[in-house]
């Protein structure tokens, strides 16, 4: 008895300088790298995010290899203790793979800005990195699940059996899943198409947004009054929808404005190039007026004017619009709508000085005057 106990004291005295021994590797080589970090932000970044998966790792895995090399008796504990840490070991390796590959990609995605005005690759590269990255966390958990499953020795006569016995639940649960699986591979597919791209200004049903995140089963645009439209993947591989930056961000915008037939519309050129000018919201591509109708009552009058970005072109063109009306108001109230009658002679009736007679002043007044 005594025996016994002397040689659990000493496992459990090996155990721990094990755990206590990889623990101190582990923050000295945290320390280390926060060291290193203060030349580059890589080493901080890796020692910032890795360190808590790191420390579970070496807990699990010293623990596991002191007892798989301990001289331990027979007991009813023993297998299920070290399942139970091969179980463990498998799920905290996986995790660390995980965050492994997840720094990497932050770290790939830190060379590509999209907070600068050209930023159609980086946005490019940002919305295909971040499906991959869901796709990859997928797959290393599947990949878990399936090494997990392989410690167990009845696993694949287990599985058979759920197969063979699940039916016509197995059926209707795939045609459930039809949906899912179809908008996750409709998300593959607009990762890698380019279609639709972090940030990008478009309009889906009607509303103007920009894409704010795009996972494997949806989009989320963000609509200008700061709504929030969710739009399943798949409606962009069957519907057609506007994308305004798809090959670039600069845009080209409109202002319409119906004026009368009498606008000089020289003078009305000069006043939008000098606005435009003094504007920096104009990026100096393009400004032009053209008269795109002249039917009826008015002449309607297009501005054509271009900016960097969707945002600086909406702006734009209410400041196109708000000074060309207080222009044609101040400077030229001629040309301001206006609607016009012309009058025949004769054709409106006038009263005559008959109908206009006093009672009892007929033709008898008349022969007694």
């Not at 203060?38 to 790191?54: C, K, S, V, W, Y």
């Not at 000098?274 to 920096?280: E, F, N, Q, T, Y």
Request: aromatic residues 6%.
């Amino acid at each position: 008895m005594a025996r016994s106990v002397h040689q659990l004291l000493v496992h459990l005295l090996a155990l721990f300088a094990a755990v206590g021994g990889a623990l101190v590797v582990v923050e000295v080589a945290h320390h280390a790298l926060l060291r290193l970090g203060r030349r580059g932000p890589f080493p901080r970044e890796f020692a910032r995010r890795a360190h808590q998966p790191l420390r579970w790792f070496a807990v699990v895995f010293a623990s596991y290899a002191t007892l798989n090399s301990l001289p331990l008796p027979e007991s009813r504990w023993k297998s299920p203790l070290l399942h139970l840490l091969d179980l463990a070991v498998i799920a905290v390796s996986a995790w660390l793979i995980g965050v492994l590959l997840l720094i990497t990609e932050d770290r790939a995605l830190q060379r590509y800005r999209t907070d600068v005005r050209d930023n159609l690759h980086a946005r490019r590269v940002h919305t295909r990195v971040r499906i991959i990255r869901r796709v990859t966390i997928a797959v290393i958990a599947v990949l878990t699940v399936a090494a997990m499953l392989t410690t167990f020795p009845n696993a694949r006569t287990t599985g058979k059996s759920l197969l063979l016995s699940a039916g016509v639940v197995g059926v209707l649960a795939a045609l459930a899943a039809q949906a899912l699986l179809a908008s996750m591979l409709a998300g593959v597919q607009l990762a890698l198409s380019g279609a639709v791209r972090l940030e990008d200004v478009v309009i889906v049903e009607k509303e103007w947004g920009h894409v704010e995140e795009i996972t494997l089963t949806h989009v989320v645009v963000r609509i200008w009054d700061d709504r929030r439209l969710v739009v399943p993947t798949s409606y962009f591989a069957s519907h057609p929808f506007q994308n305004w930056t798809r090959t670039e961000s600069r845009l080209l915008g409109t202002v319409e404005l119906d004026v009368d037939w009498t606008v000089p519309l020289q003078p009305m050129r000069e006043e939008l190039q000098r606005i435009v000018s003094d504007s920096p919201l104009w990026d100096e591509r393009l400004s032009l007026l053209q008269v795109t109708d002249a039917t009826g009552e008015h002449v309607r009058v297009r501005c054509l004017v271009s900016a960097a970005d969707a945002d600086t072109l909406w702006d734009l063109r209410c400041l196109v619009r708000e000074r060309l009306v207080e222009w044609l108001r101040d400077q030229q109230p001629q040309a301001l709508p206006r609607i016009r009658t012309e009058i025949e002679r004769g054709v409106l009736a006038l009263p005559s000085r008959d109908n206009g007679r006093r009672p009892g002043s007929g033709a008898r007044g008349a022969r007694t005057a």
